[in-house]
C-alpha cells in the first residue's frame, strides 16, 4: 500500500491548509485512517482519525480548528486545517490500517510526510 500525502505549505497564522492522502495498491479494505504530526524535538502525535464509518477523534489541541474527512471510494483522507497557530507546524504524515486483497490481517502504513509551517 503507497499513501501520497499532499497539500502542505508555508502558511501565516490564522490561514488554511487542506492535506491529502491517496492511499493506492492491493487494497481489500480500509479501516481507520488518520494524520499524525512531529515537530522537531517532539514524538509523534495523533492529530485526527477517523474510522471507515465515519467516526471520529481529534487531539484536544486542534478541536474547533481542524476536520479529518474520508472518501472511501477513493480511498482518501483530508484534513482541512483553519485558523492555523505556529504550534501546529510539523511534518504531518497520513496513516491507514488496510488490509490487502490476499491478506486477512490488517497492517498500518504511512505517507511519506509533508511540512506543515505556519509563521507568526
Do not use: H
Request: net charge positive.
Amino acid at each position: 500500500v503507497q499513501l501520497q500525502a499532499s497539500g502542505g505549505g508555508l502558511v501565516q497564522a490564522g490561514g488554511s491548509l487542506r492535506l491529502s492522502c491517496a492511499a493506492s495498491g492491493s487494497i481489500f479494505k480500509i479501516n481507520d485512517m488518520g494524520w499524525y504530526r512531529q515537530a522537531p524535538g517532539n514524538e509523534r502525535e495523533l492529530v485526527a482519525a477517523i474510522s471507515s464509518g465515519g467516526s471520529t477523534k481529534y487531539a484536544d489541541s486542534v478541536k474547533g480548528r481542524f476536520t479529518i474527512s474520508r472518501d472511501n471510494a477513493k480511498n482518501t483522507v483530508y484534513l482541512q486545517m483553519n485558523n492555523l497557530r505556529p504550534e501546529d507546524t510539523a511534518v504531518y504524515y497520513c496513516n491507514a490500517e488496510a488490509r490487502l486483497v490476499y491478506s486477512g490481517t490488517y497492517y498500518p502504513y504511512w505517507g511519506q510526510g509533508t511540512q506543515v509551517t505556519v509563521s507568526s
